[in-house]
Nanobody, 127 residues
Framework: QVQLVESGGGLVQVGGSLRLSCAAS????????LGWFRQAPGKEREFVAA????????YYADSVKGRFTMSRDNAKNTVYLQMNSLKPEDTAVYLC????????????????????WGQGTQVTVSS
């Protein structure tokens, strides 16, 4: 089992920044690829970003590319999502997820290939 706890959400104005954190406990953190997903009211959960086990590869949704940066610190069992130039359409609950094998790149953006999920943290961007 892996337990994930997100933090860092809140209310921010358009163009502002937030940094989300996700702290993990349980099994060996570095064995898992990690992802951030988000879900807005009435919408399906969507992929935001993901990072490989060794942090050598990161993947981003087109909608956040160039604005969001995902990183992980395996020594601290923590993953981060730095969000800049926030837009109202970024408003959602942001969820952290951890996935075991397979680890091919094709699986990084697919929520069904993540085994563990946090409860989420609310991000609201006001105009």
């Amino acid at each position: 089992q892996v337990q994930l706890v997100e933090s860092g959400g809140g209310l921010v104005q358009v163009g502002g920044s937030l940094r989300l954190s996700c702290a993990a406990s349980g099994r060996t953190f570095s064995n898992y690829r990690l992802g951030w997903f988000r879900q807005a009211p009435g919408k399906e959960r969507e992929f935001v970003a993901a990072v490989s086990r060794s942090a050598t590869s990161t993947y981003y949704a087109d909608s956040v590319k160039g604005r969001f940066t995902m990183s992980r610190d395996n020594a601290k069992n923590t993953v981060y999502l730095q969000m800049n130039s926030l837009k109202p359409e970024d408003t959602a609950v942001y969820l952290c997820a951890a996935g075991g094998p397979p680890h091919s790149a094709v699986y990084y953006s697919r929520s069904q290939y993540y085994n563990y999920w946090g409860q989420g943290t609310q991000v609201t961007v006001s105009s």
